[in-house]
């Protein structure tokens, strides 16, 4: 399913073939939590970005409209009209971001819903169902996210937890795939390394999941408190021990520049809620930097918010028109920015692609890093 067409160091040239389409890798997925780009971006709309993967948040969608719903519409892909590969997310993030509502056992984890505070109740094999019934192309095995430091002691503990965990995802999705009525019998599934910020059990954990022989491979319980030194040394500890004719998965990072030294480190996914929450507040990403459509310099500015660039907002419109959109709280605003921003990332994992292609990554890596981080 996933073919290695060429290395440079650790980096990596791929193509992930799916039930929904072949995946073009170092890829980054463009996050619609809830079936829809924040900002009023729509599927159809994602064609024109450029982008290759869509990620949907189960949390979400089991809570609104419910995943019942959505198997009865036809799945995700009918849903929100997107015939492309989707990556769903098993809920693991989100008991960890509630942790103020939940209570975590060896069964699963209880908690209160942050919509109207019923009691809920998810599991690794609950986890398994909501996404079955989504009909991803891709589900995510229900782990545990410990926050950044935490004890070695909890942090191995849980990651313990989150092999057996793993250990009944796989058994209850090879189960639903054999069910009559099932949305997508070839869904597949990534294992979740856990691990903290401690290499050793960041290590003994990648060696005990790599051993279920799964689809895909993620490192999770990154970017929630640590610093970026120690991200890309836990990273650097666990490649190694991934299997090489896997894909693998930065959860939830992050900057352009987070994405070009991942890629350096071995890895072929990403995703991240930044171009998109950053695009609505008028923070703006360019080939030379970033600039922050509010400032006043830009009131009379009438270029588009990169020039050069081929997305539909810089072909039609003005810096100065869409920062006049922001003043005047225009939904329209966080449309065109949002645009611009998924289309610049998703340009940028195709740039990193050619760049691997041709066998200069590493000349592409030393001059762009020092480009995005300038401000304009």
Known sequence: MFKLLKTENAARRGEFHTPHGVIQTPVFMNVATAAAIKGAVSAPDLKELKCQVALANTYHLHLRPGDEVVKDLGGLHMFMKWDGPILTDSGGFQVFSLSKLRKIKEEGVYFSSHIDGRQIFMGPEESMRIQSNLGSTIAMAFDECVE??????????????????????????????????????????????????????????????AELCLDGYAVGGLAVGETTEQMYDIIEHVEPFMPKDKPRYLMGVGTPENIIEGVSRGIDFFDCVMPSRNARHAKLYTSNGTLNLMNAKFERDDTPIEEGCGCPTCQSFSRAYIRHLFKAKEMLAMRLSVMHNLYFYNTLAQEIRNALDEGVFEKYKSNKIKILAQKI
């Open 148 to 209: 950044n430091p935490s004890t070695p002691e909890y942090v191995k503990q849980s990651s313990d937890l989150t092999i057996r965990w793993l250990k009944r995802c796989k058994t209850e999705l090879e189960r639903l795939k054999a069910q009559e009525g099932t949305i997508n019998k070839r869904q597949m599934l990534f294992g979740i390394n856990q691990g903290g910020i401690y290499p050793e059990i960041r290590i003994e954990n990648m060696k005990a999941i």
